[in-house]
């Protein structure tokens, strides 16, 4: 006999979307009921982002002890002991999993069912012992690992980012297979803790990213000695020896085959969509995720759908966003529409790469008047006292100097890249980006110094400099 229960807000889905949406009702007061069949806190505390931000972090103190001579101290080659490397991942995990774990958000007024969740008709989900009949739904299942159907992968074993960071002893030679973001962090990080790393891309390595910054990246990858190989498919993969594996590719160069000891699948990620009885509750879907609305809105009105599941842009801050727009819709009934021209994202290699809004490539494919504006870290004071002058920041700029999109590779280029976030959601203008005082020397000057060039040509200007000769005369 199942218990019937009647909260206003039902969320499926226990990360970033579904908990922002579930703390909002709660402190509202406002009935919720939260089920998430696995850990709280989702793909990103404990598979994702906080994992890999903390291995890629024990890989950057490692390099900078191999580099420690540019700052007049001996190079000491590390010894890294992996197993301690793991249990530095797993305490960063557990200082941060209380914030979304059962009991806090019990005690914030949350009904908290950890078990599978099941739509049975177009107003009633079914989890364990319960019942629930909400007047509205939010489904934020996220996406899992996307494993390509190559042959012989399930015989060989493989890592994704759900498994990579149980690790304990060091891959000789980890095989990436993906050159997006995540395998291109993982195999950075890995590679400064001591593993050979190979990366198989199909199609291009950073691909997302505006070209002209990714191959700044990519050729810092390359120097540390990361193989990659762009335009090349793994067609197989078979054991090698008692513990080793063979990958088998091919590319326009033909045929051949590369040998290691681990394999790491970073191929994309796909929508958690299935087993959720979408069907039944008349909510349509493909393969990507959820069909929704720019109110995030299903085919059931009652249902809305946030995060990597509603087929978007699939990172954490997106779920998080996403989960404001429906605590603004579901509680005061305020309209909100989804804007992806606002959201920027950020790889978090050595040298970083972030973006908001257009690319060059996206502001030329639309016309209109275009500038593009470019400043380099090495003309930073800051950058240049921390050996850090590799990189550009990239300005994209429209009619009367409005800002159109920004990118940037370089050190702490994931902080920086905030700004121009705020700019491009307020739509503000170069001359804006001129008007704010940065503290000197830190390398958010690297933006505004970029902004000025803007205004560079009207020094030339004949009417401009005929205009100070005339105000020059009243003294």
Known sequence: MSTLLKPDVCV???????????????????????????????????YGCVPSKAMIAAGKIAQSMRQASAFGISDVEPEVDFRKVHKHIRSVIDAIAPNDSVERFTALGVRVIQDEAK???????RAGEFEIRARRFVVAT???????????????????????????????????????????????????????????????????????????????????????????????????????????????????????????????????VSDLGLDDAGIAYERRGIKVSDKLRTTNR???????????????????YHGGL??????FRLPARENRSIIPWATYTDPELAQVGMTEADAVSEGGELSVLRWPYAENDRAQA??????FIKVIAGKRGRILGAGIVGANAGEMINIWALAISKGLTLRDMTAYVPPYPTMTEIGKRAAITYFASATRKPSVRRLVRFLRRFG
């Open 302 to 320: 009652r249902v809305y759908a946030i995060g990597d599941v509603a087929g978007g842009l699939q990172f954490t801050h997106v779920a998080g």
């Open 386 to 391: 921390e050996r850090k002058t590799g990189g």
């Open 119 to 125: 739509f049975v008709n177009r107003r009633t989900v």
């Open 142 to 272: 996220g996406s899992s690992p996307l494993v390509p159907p190559i042959p012989g992968l399930e015989d060989v074993g493989y890592f994704t980012n759900e498994t990579v960071f149980e690790q304990t002893r060091k891959p000789a030679h980890l095989i990436v297979i993906g050159g997006g973001p995540i395998g291109m962090e993982m195999a950075q990080a890995h590679r400064r803790l001591g593993s050979d790393v190979t990366v198989v891309e199909a199609l291009t390595a950073l691909g997302k990213d505006d070209p002209e910054l990714a191959a700044i990246a990519l050729r810092r990858l390359r120097g540390e000695g990361i193989v990659i190989h762009e335009g090349t498919r793994v067609v197989k993969a078979e054991k090698r020896g008692r513990s080793g594996v063979r990958v088998h590719v091919e590319s326009k160069s033909g045929a051949t085959h590369i040998d290691g000891s681990h394999i790491l699948v970073a191929a994309g990620r796909s929508a958690n």
């Open 326 to 331: 429906v605590v603004r819709a579901l509680l």
């Open 12 to 46: 499926i889905g226990g990360g970033s979307g579904g908990l922002t949406v579930a703390a909002a009702c709660a402190a509202f007061g406002v009935p919720v009921v939260l089920i998430e069949r696995g850990k709280m806190g989702g793909d990103c505390l404990n």
